[in-house]
């Protein structure tokens, strides 16, 4: 029991100068923020990421209808004015976000969708989550 509790304690050290890989992400950084609330989000990845791409979208925060009903209007949405596409992309040679679209109110948040993780709701893996914010618009 000593032996081991030894071998652990004098590998600690070793192990002490190991860096965590950083896992490949897209980030959110507000410049320019105005003072009504609206700023211009500036969507970069972290120094990691080399090939990936990301999809990303905006979602609204404001998630009701005039009734009360469940709604969570996104941009783009599919339909004719974004192009009938569903998300933009995101990866090191750039993005496709047009620049208008890159000015968001604090009511929307920028998400990027994760192949991997499991989304209990549907029972299938790929949700959509919020984009870290390198600062708080």
């Not at 050290?13 to 507000?30: K, Q, R």
């Not at 791409?53 to 783009?76: C, E, H, I, M």
């Amino acid at each position: 029991m000593l032996i081991g509790a030894a071998l652990t304690l004098g590998a600690a050290p070793a192990l002490a100068g190991l860096t965590v890989p950083t896992p490949c992400a897209v980030i959110m950084t507000p410049d320019r923020v105005t003072p009504a609330g609206a700023y211009h989000a500036r969507l970069h990845l972290t120094p990691t990421c080399q090939t990936q791409t990301f999809r990303v979208r905006k979602s609204s925060t404001l998630n009701t209808r005039r009734a009360g009903a469940p709604y969570q209007p996104v941009r783009p949405d599919g339909t004719a004015r974004f192009g009938f596409v569903w998300s933009w992309t995101v990866s090191r040679a750039g993005s496709t976000v047009p620049e208008a679209e890159l000015w968001s109110l604090t009511s929307w948040r920028w998400e990027a969708y994760q192949p991997r993780a499991w989304n209990a709701r549907t029972r299938t893996y790929g949700v959509w989550a919020p984009i870290p914010s390198a600062v708080t618009p």
